[in-house]
């Protein structure tokens, strides 16, 4: 990207602001981005902060300006389809924010929209979906891939050829051993160490972790 983007951040709330400080860090480091605003309806998201801009107005009212590039900063797995959506159907592009601290091993292909964060190691050999969110310090091994949409928890570690499906949400600090499949839309708990394979739609906890029962 070598002309200058402004960028609009959906989502104005904690991991939105979380995401401005990653967006901030990429620019210094080189990226040719500004930060233009946050996509949110909920207007007053940001009155109790400071030195953030502006939330400019809800993502379903948004008029797509030239030079506009969006980032989506929702940790719901289903809303961040439903709002990247929203905006690739009005025509929008995302960007992907890698930032300067992380490491990206040789080979490691990772999609679009993507946000990677402060420390993430993401190892050789390696495959990342499109709209997948790594927190702080998470770790993905080798031979490993991510679908689309997931959202990997800060402190997180996945371990060689792991594979992980679509709408996966880990939340912070989960191991998973290698070779394991975590299947679509399947939640793994805070603190959980999965060493079997996971199916579809299931909530684990634990360690050992085992199905959540509702």
């Given at each position: 990207m070598d002309d200058m983007k402004n960028l609009l951040i959906i989502g104005a709330r904690g991991w939105g602001r979380e995401v401005y400080d990653i967006a901030k860090d990429c620019i210094a480091a080189g990226m040719c981005l500004t930060v233009k605003g946050f996509l949110d309806d909920k207007a007053d998201a940001l009155d109790e902060y400071?030195?953030?801009?502006?939330?400019?107005?809800?993502?379903?009212?948004?008029?797509?300006?030239?030079?506009?590039?969006?980032?989506?900063?929702?940790?719901?797995?289903?809303?961040k389809k439903k709002y990247a959506d929203i905006i690739m159907e009005k025509g929008g592009t995302f960007v992907t924010l890698v930032h300067p601290t992380a490491l990206l091993g040789n080979n490691a292909k990772i999609g679009v929209g993507c946000v990677i964060g402060a420390y993430a190691n993401i190892s050789c050999d390696t495959r990342v979906g499109d709209f997948v969110t790594f927190s702080i310090r998470a770790g993905m091994g080798h031979d490993s891939s991510i679908g689309n949409y997931s959202h990997i928890g800060g402190?997180?570690?996945?371990?060689?050829?792991?594979?992980?499906?679509?709408?996966?949400?880990?939340?912070?600090?989960?191991?998973?051993?290698?070779?394991?499949?975590?299947?679509d839309h399947s939640i793994i708990g805070t603190g959980s160490v999965v060493l079997g394979n996971v199916k579809a739609h299931t909530t684990m906890f634990g360690n050992p972790a085992k199905k959540e029962e509702f």
């Open positions: 400071e030195n953030y801009p502006p939330i400019i107005g809800p993502v379903e009212s948004y008029q797509i300006q030239e030079d506009d590039v969006f980032i989506c900063a929702l940790g719901d797995v289903d809303f402190n997180s570690s996945i371990s060689g050829f792991v594979s992980i499906g679509e709408f996966v949400t880990m939340h912070p600090g989960c191991i998973v051993v290698p070779r394991r499949k975590i299947g």
